[in-house]
């Protein structure tokens, strides 16, 4: 369920980031947001989570973290 919910999210911060990258009003974003979730939560809910989304989207984007176990296997593999 967990995993679902993580999908989602990601799901709508990335609808949300293409609607913002097309020049789309915010309040178009919320009301897309609150709309697609309209079924599965309150209306107060729904209004939370889009204001939520919305500020996720508006983040940038990060560069992933480097995966420092590889690079200590290499480190291992270079010293033998």
């Known amino acids: 369920m967990l995993n679902m919910a993580r ?3 990601r799901f709508d911060i990335d609808s949300a980031r ?17 709309i697609r ?3 599965e939560l309150s209306s ?12 996720a989207a508006q983040q940038p ?9 590889s690079h ?3 480190t291992h ?3 033998a």
């Open 7 to 9: 999908k989602r999210k």
């Open 18 to 34: 293409q609607w913002l990258a097309e020049n789309a009003p915010v309040a178009d974003v919320l009301t897309m947001l609150e």
């Open 37 to 39: 979730r309209r079924f």
């Open 44 to 55: 107060d809910d729904c209004r939370t989570y889009a204001v939520e989304i919305l500020w």
């Open 61 to 69: 984007i990060r560069p992933p973290k480097p995966d420092l176990n």
């Open 72 to 74: 200590r296997k290499e």
């Open 77 to 79: 593999h270079a010293l």
